[in-house]
């Protein structure tokens, strides 16, 4: 793992994610999922599209995220994912820079200068907005070979996604991860959680099937290898998986896509919760970066799985958008607070903001 040290000061933290007493577990793994595009409507258009059931219902503390970029009142995923991974609201279109195009530490930065071991998982290409804000500093999203470029350095010990294409350009990206040691790999079958290598699995040219077209269980087998390696490491881990084509599904204003997402990203859900329950000293973070479609639902039938949807809108809005909390620490993100409030949130629970 890189080792990199990083002093910051956090402030305006209004909940406390210490244990409150020595018998009570400390935080040693954080496990974030978030569902691009995924508002309060999206969640229950999979409940009703899942017959009145989701995973995410399992939930113990639930709060609200206001998602509003420096630059815009609605933000894009650039803005929105770089202010839940670092702290700071910025630009829309902008990866892990501040407004002033400075670099700005996140949460894989972070993580691995106190010695946790760091994952991400996506739907889209490992090199999009939303996980790119968790691993590159990039003054433009749409720059996913420069994105790919900063891999190989970042000290990542786990990563699965689509994007091969980004990583097979003219630099290489995949010859400088095999030199620093990676273990590549194209299927997520292929990957071992054993191996003591650090692993990428790039498993389309750019992005994943959707569901719709066959994907299968590929998030939930992802985050399951994913969570499985990383729990090898004693200090603990931070791990980010997305549903990233909950998104796509509102640009489209297609319900069909989007229930079919959301009930697949409700899988991973129910398996970080799992892992939860059985590794004390974990916290599962469900949120999003923000909605997008405008979506809401005028009639539906739970008994049935059927809905009647309508769409305002084919970008993004500006509403607020939930935060799901369980396991160690999970009341910390009850209450309304600002995006970069997760961060700050995950920060104090992991005890980043403290001199390795």
């Not at 059931?53 to 970029?69: C, D, H, I, P």
């Not at 010990?157 to 030199?179: E, P």
């Not at 003591?196 to 994907?215: K, N, V, Y």
Request: aromatic letters at 8%; proline letters at 4%; one cysteine or more.
């Amino acid at each position: 793992m890189k080792q990199l040290i990083v002093l910051l000061g956090f402030a305006g933290i209004l909940v406390s994610c210490s244990p409150k007493s020595e018998s009570q577990p400390k935080v040693k793994n954080v496990i974030l999922l978030i569902g691009d595009g995924m508002g309060t409507s999206q969640i229950f258009a999979g409940i009703t599209a899942n017959k009145g059931q989701l995973n995410l219902e399992r939930a113990q503390y639930v709060g609200f995220s206001k998602t509003q970029s420096a630059s815009h009142y609605t933000t894009d995923s650039g803005a929105g994912g770089t202010a839940i991974s670092t702290g700071s609201k910025t630009n829309n279109g902008t990866i892990g820079m501040d407004t002033a195009g400075k670099p700005l530490p996140n949460m894989i930065e972070l993580s691995e200068a106190k010695g946790l071991s760091t994952g991400l998982v996506a739907t889209s290409s490992i090199t999009h907005a939303t996980p790119a804000s968790f691993i590159a500093h990039q003054l433009s999203r749409n720059d996913e070979p420069e994105i790919a470029r900063q891999f190989p350095g970042s000290g990542i010990d786990i990563f699965i996604g689509g994007g091969h294409s980004y990583f097979a350009d003219s630099m290489n990206v995949i010859q400088q991860l095999l030199n620093n040691g990676y273990r590549m790999v194209n299927q997520v079958s292929d990957i071992d959680p054993d191996d003591s290598l650090p692993i990428g699995c790039l498993a389309a040219d750019i992005a994943l099937p959707t569901a719709l077209e066959g994907r299968g269980d590929y998030l939930l087998q992802a985050t399951k290898k994913a969570m499985a390696k990383l729990a090898h490491n004693p200090a603990g881990f931070f791990l980010m998986v997305e549903g990233s084509q909950i998104d796509w599904a509102g640009h489209s204003n297609d319900i069909q896509y989007l229930t079919s997402e959301m009930i697949d990203f409700d899988q991973a859900v129910g398996a970080a919760f799992d892992f939860a329950d059985s590794h004390p000293g974990t916290l599962v973070i469900v949120t999003a970066d923000h909605e997008t479609g405008g979506l809401s639902l005028p009639n539906g039938n739970l008994s049935e799985g059927t809905l009647e949807a309508k769409f305002s809108t084919d970008y993004h809005t500006g509403v607020m958008v939930p935060v799901f909390a369980y396991g160690t620490g999970a009341n910390c993100f009850a209450g309304i607070y600002q995006n970069t409030g997760i961060f700050d949130r995950m920060v104090e629970a992991l005890q980043l903001h403290e001199t390795p």
